[in-house]
């Protein structure tokens, strides 16, 4: 394709349907433009958890050879963005995070699992949850287990070239976001691949975050999204998942599936876990083995 100068505007991205569909929108323009300069502007708010959706569209179009413009960015997304380190991949420098409030951005290869489970550690649960969520030392290793298969289910299934990933603690509002991202096949063609169904995007995510559902061939597993589907019931938390054009949401008006307007090109997860929720949570498998909570 011929060159192209193209401006952009991603207003108000937050961890809403209607924030995805942007991120969408934006890709759909220019999924197919080589060669050419995409000016981006980010204003007056950007989740900073949605960094790790942002990096994987925008290193989409770097394989196809375009320049990023950052033409502006509100001074208050500046600054969460440099914090969290996302604005270092695009040449720009580094702000040190004095209020503890970011978990960084990371751009992992599939081969990276033991990184990014240390990751999860010290970034999420000895952070900003371990310290206002009490949580027994049994609950604290299945979640890390649980988010740690959503990467190794990226890292088998999805054939995809990067993993990202990115967080952020709100204190005023006693919530942590946790994204995960991949830019691979997605739910629908891996759960139809491997089992010769037709299932719609939606469809295959509900199948997904049942309990014990994987498309593992001779491999137990399938306890991640349904352990943390559990986890964020009783922390009325929230999770949300795109994958191609589908969207699931879980949080305490219950499951909602809705259809995007074009796709995106592979797969998010966003968890979002309540602070101010003082429970002791206690596994019973920590009293009767094989039972969650």
């Not at 994987?56 to 196809?64: C, M, P, R, T």
């Not at 320049?67 to 960015?73: E, K, L, N, W």
């Not at 592979?266 to 498998?285: A, C, E, M, P």
């Amino acid at each position: 394709m011929t060159l192209q100068n193209q401006m952009n505007k991603l207003v108000k991205i937050d961890n809403t349907f209607e924030s995805f569909q942007s991120l969408i929108d934006f890709y759909e323009n220019h999924k197919d433009m080589q060669f050419g300069e995409i000016h981006l502007e980010l204003r007056p708010l950007f989740a900073a958890n949605m960094s790790a959706a942002l990096g994987a569209v925008l290193d989409k179009f770097i394989s196809n050879l375009n320049a990023i413009h950052f033409d502006y960015v509100s001074p208050e997304i500046e600054v969460i963005l440099s914090n969290n380190d996302f604005f270092t991949y695009f040449g720009k420098s580094r702000l040190i995070d004095t209020n503890t409030n970011t978990i960084k951005f990371q751009k992992l290869k599939p081969t990276d699992g033991k990184y990014f489970k240390k990751y999860v550690i010290e970034e999420l649960l000895e952070g900003h949850i371990a310290d206002l969520t009490r949580m027994s030392n049994g609950l604290k290793e299945r979640i890390i287990e649980a988010i740690y298969e959503i990467f190794v289910n990226a890292q088998i299934h999805s054939e995809t070239k990067f993993i990202y990933t990115c967080g952020q603690f709100f204190p005023n509002k006693n919530k942590v976001e946790f994204t995960i991202v991949d830019t691979g096949i997605g739910f629908r063609e891996k759960i139809n691949n491997r089992f010769g169904s037709k299932l719609k995007a939606t469809q295959a995510i509900k199948w997904a975050v049942e309990d014990k559902k994987t498309t593992k061939e001779g491999i137990s597993g399938g306890i991640g999204l349904s352990l943390l589907k559990e986890f964020v019931e009783v922390n009325n938390g929230k999770m949300q998942i795109v994958s191609n054009d589908g969207f699931y949401q879980f949080d305490d008006d219950g499951e909602s599936l809705k259809m995007f307007d074009g796709e995106f090109p592979g797969t998010i997860v966003n968890l979002q876990f309540r602070t101010d929720d003082f429970n002791n949570y206690t596994l019973k498998s920590e009293i009767s083995i094989n039972d969650i909570f």
